[in-house]
């Protein structure tokens, strides 16, 4: 069976005037909290968040920057393609309840969407998830050095992410933020 690609892509002026980071936002789902999963292979955007009734998102809110997302390739010898999602939490743990939170988190299965500074909101783990690989909470050496808590969360996905949009980006948000525990 032979794949083969079905489009073309361009190039415009505002793609070229794009901005790199996170914005200080992500919000995470709990995979099992899902209603209906989250197709990994539809096409176009995704429109709702499927959560069960009376569940939530929840926003882990830092420092703009701090939050990061890698998307790679991997293809087996036999030539299947999957793409490793990445995502980085910066967060500063100041309480039992935050560190309660971060425990948890280390032994949940999520999803996380991003909105990137270009105002896209990213899916990452849609449909298999997300765990947590690595987790490092740091003091620094100096009075001004970092003791924010890094937390990676990895998954594999049929596909690159998904881009969840109602209407437009303040509708996405209020969405979003109506939705939050």
């Given at each position: 069976?032979?794949c083969s690609i079905?489009s ?7 793609a ?8 200080k ?22 429109t709702?968040i499927?959560?069960t ?9 830092g ?6 997302f ?9 030539g299947?393609v ?7 939490i910066k967060v ?8 309660a939170?971060?425990?948890d ?6 999803g996380?969407?991003?909105q990137?500074?270009n105002n896209?909101f990213l899916?990452?783990g ?12 740091m003091?620094?050496q100096?009075a001004?050095?970092s ?8 998954g ?6 998904k ?9 996405t ?8 525990a």
């Amino acid at each position: 069976m032979a794949c083969s690609i079905s489009s073309s892509i361009s190039i415009t002026c505002d793609a070229l005037r794009r901005v790199g980071g996170v914005n200080k936002r992500i919000w995470l789902f709990n995979m099992t909290d899902l209603s209906t999963p989250i197709s990994a292979l539809a096409d176009g955007y995704v429109t709702n968040i499927p959560l069960t009734t009376y569940r939530s998102l929840y926003k882990i809110e830092g420092a703009k920057f701090a939050h990061s997302f890698e998307v790679t390739e991997k293809r087996s010898d036999e030539g299947n393609v999957q793409w490793e999602h990445k995502v980085t939490i910066k967060v500063v743990n100041t309480t039992p309840t935050t560190d309660a939170v971060l425990e948890d988190l280390c032994t949940s299965e999520v999803g996380a969407i991003i909105q990137s500074n270009n105002n896209e909101f990213l899916i990452f783990g849609a449909a298999n998830g997300l765990t947590a690989t690595e987790s490092v909470i740091m003091s620094g050496q100096k009075a001004g050095d970092s003791s924010a808590t890094t937390l990676t969360l990895t998954g594999n996905e049929q596909s690159i992410y998904k881009r969840l949009l109602r209407t437009d980006v303040n509708t996405t948000l209020a969405y979003l933020i109506a939705m939050e525990a």
